[in-house]
């Protein structure tokens, strides 16, 4: 129960990696506010359902990660936000020359910009309480490319380099921020991807899973959500105090090829 005491606040947390380290950072004694754009009776349950089994405080709060005002009122609403996961993410595969303008505006939005957003109402409260972690789901595309997939591409580099800044600003503060890099993890974000993916490389289902997802994953395993959360929750321990600015990847040695 490392985290008793502190409340942290994940965006997009009704499902996937959001809601893995949701229930790890419970798990850790946190209380959690979840997150999502919708505002359904089920987006709720997930939060009690965490309550009821780890026997912190969870609530859920509905503001839409595209619109720079929800994401600040949503860390407003949170009342105490000691620890920021940036988590909310989606994807659009397709080449450069057809992308679609509203895809690459709501990537860039809801990917990076959001972060901004975030860490600019959650600092001065973190700074109020004497102790902050943010931590920025990135990904493997925040430090490598690959084709299709142009405005994810620019918005985890971004986070990767927001990070940074972040860290340099409250460097002499008890206050840190990270960007982990998960490679591939089967999550509703990743199984979406399937069908264009097969229409785009002509490969059935199995053939895209084994030779363009897991082809660069040299463990040829996907990194789960328990295994995220549980680095999140090491980012927000006393051993990371002095870990800040820096990227961790989670992705069976994909960026070591
Ligand atoms: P997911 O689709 O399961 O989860 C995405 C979450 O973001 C959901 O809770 C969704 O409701 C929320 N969301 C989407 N639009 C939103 C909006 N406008 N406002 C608020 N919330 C919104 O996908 P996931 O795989 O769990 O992805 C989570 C994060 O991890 C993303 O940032 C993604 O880029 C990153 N990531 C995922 C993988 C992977 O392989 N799954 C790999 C690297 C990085």
Redo the contacts with the bound molecule.
Sequence with gaps: MILKGKTAVI?????????GVARELAKSGADVVL????DRDEDHAIAAEIAQETGVTARYIQ????KAE?CRRLIADAGACDILVN?????HVAPIDQFPVEKWDAIIA??MS?AFHTTAAALPVMRKAGWGRVVN?????GLTASPYKSA?IAA?HGVVGLSKTTALETAEEPITCNAV??????????E?QIPDTMKEYGMDRETVIREVMLKRQPSKE??T?EQLGGTVVYLCSDAAAQVTGTTISVDGGWTAL
């Design positions: 965006t997009g947390s009704n499902s996937g990696i959001g809601l997150n999502s754009f919708t503001a839409d990660m595209s929800d988590n909310a993410g989606i994807q809801i990917n959001s789901i990135a990904s493997a595309h994810y985890k890099c998960p490679g591939y993890v089967l999550t509703p974000l990743v979406a996907f990194a959500v």
